[in-house]
């Protein structure tokens, strides 16, 4: 274990043997920092954080606060610089593993990042957001509270999101929308299925009966059609 003469690393903390704790970080009572992490200079850590092994926590990041909620992190994370993860009291916010969260991004309390996503610079993921795994989010993004964003998707850079965004898709454009099938995901089926839903004019629920209707149906199209049955259409940010 190093921890830098100059950090404040409180007795009722736990840090694994391996960890790195670099010059003026606070560390707080009940935070628990696992194998192989390493945090950078003036990292602010609070309340019950859990990090499992292996988080770069770059320069400048906060993670939780005093009397605030509970926050989990797992494996391989990065955090880059001033970067805020958040938990109000009695709440959970969970990051999965394998994350990438950008300089200055958030993300507010109780949402949940799965594995795998790409949270860019001065994003900000609202409160009760559920990201689903290897989503792309792009910079300066800001996802309104209790969206979801789901899995494979992207959404472009300074796009603001109110509503839910359908897995494999690419949200884009001005007024803001659904714009074509994620061009990093693309399958033949995945596009059958964009035509039937954002060509057809069909509500989203009827829309989802038709996709699984399709002769035999990926995986990920089924994926999508689960997703659509309950979700909330993405709205224009501005009329």
């Known amino acids: 274990m190093t921890i830098h003469r100059s950090a404040l690393v409180d007795p009722a903390a736990s840090i694994a043997e391996d960890a790195d704790i670099g010059p003026f970080c606070v560390v707080g009572a009940g935070a628990r920092i696992g194998p192989g ?3 950078g200079p003036r990292v602010s850590i609070y309340g019950a954080v859990v990090a499992g092994r292996g988080n770069h926590i770059q320069a400048g990041v906060t993670i939780g606060k005093p009397d605030g ?10 955090f880059r610089e001033f970067s805020h993860i958040d938990a109000a009291a009695g709440a959970t ?25 790409r949270l860019g610079a001065y994003s900000v993921v609202g409160e009760n957001v559920l990201v ?16 979801r964003v789901g899995k494979g998707c992207l959404i472009r850079i300074q796009m603001t999101v109110f509503g839910d965004v359908p897995p494999y898709m690419c949200f884009d454009g001005n007024p803001a929308a659904i714009q074509s099938v994620n061009p990093n995901r693309r399958t033949d089926p995945l596009d059958r299925a ?5 060509k057809s004019g069909l509500p989203l629920a009827e829309a989802s009966r038709k996709l699984l209707e399709m002769p035999s149906p990926s995986s990920e199209v089924a994926e999508l059609a689960e997703f659509l049955k309950s979700a909330k259409p993405p709205e224009p940010a501005f009329e």
Not at 93 to 117: E, K, P, Q
Not at 132 to 147: H, K, L, S, T
């Open 93 to 117: 916010t969970r990051i999965g593993s394998r994350n990438r969260i950008g300089t200055w991004a958030s993300v507010n309390s109780g949402s949940t990042l799965a594995n795998d996503v």
């Open 37 to 39: 992490c390493r945090l």
């Open 69 to 78: 909620g509970r926050i989990e992190i797992g494996d391989g994370n990065v």
């Open 132 to 147: 689903e795994d290897g989503a792309w989010i792009q910079p300066q993004v800001c996802i309104d509270p209790n969206g």
């Open 194 to 198: 964009f035509d039937v839903v954002y």
